[in-house]
């Protein structure tokens, strides 16, 4: 601050912005009920200059962990949460940033999905079953280990 200070009071004036660019335009997806769910955003000057700012969201089910930032890439972490949430549920909203380079929004909408463990352990029978699932959903698989009825 002190250093644009003494430029504008040399008659030193920054034009320049920095032009902004995000690694997504918008955020879409399923996630969990009941959990915790992590996505990056990315925020890039294609220009070289040092970008500064906020970002926040219009949702309290998302979180960004660290709002200010600055530099020439940047990387936010945000989290979507969904305890409480039912299956088919949205979280939808806006992250606005507000930085040197202008104020801009980026869209997001989150789908909540529910695996009742009664439909997923209905459906084991056998570990060809089990092998079937973890070859199309890994994650999934493993969360069945999880569960209070796991026999």
Do not use: W
Request: glycine share 8%; proline share 2%.
């Amino acid at each position: 601050m002190k250093e644009r200070i003494n430029k504008l009071a040399r008659g030193i004036v920054d034009l320049d912005f920095p032009e902004l660019k995000f690694s997504n335009s918008s955020f879409t997806g399923t996630v969990n009920a009941g959990e915790v769910s992590k996505f990056d955003i990315i925020l890039t000057s294609e220009n070289g200059i040092q970008l500064k700012g906020l970002i926040y969201s219009d949702q309290p089910r998302i979180t960004v962990l660290k709002t200010a930032f600055g530099g020439n890439r940047t990387r936010i972490n945000c989290e979507v949460n969904t305890i409480g949430l039912k299956e088919q549920d949205e979280v939808k909203g806006e992250l606005c940033v507000v930085s040197n380079a202008g104020e801009l929004k980026l869209p997001y909408d989150f789908r909540v999905r529910s695996y009742a463990s009664g439909k997923l352990m209905t459906g084991l029978r056998s570990g060809e079953d089990f092998a079937a699932l973890f070859r199309n959903e890994e994650e999934l698989s493993l969360r069945v280990f999880d569960y209070d009825d796991f026999e």
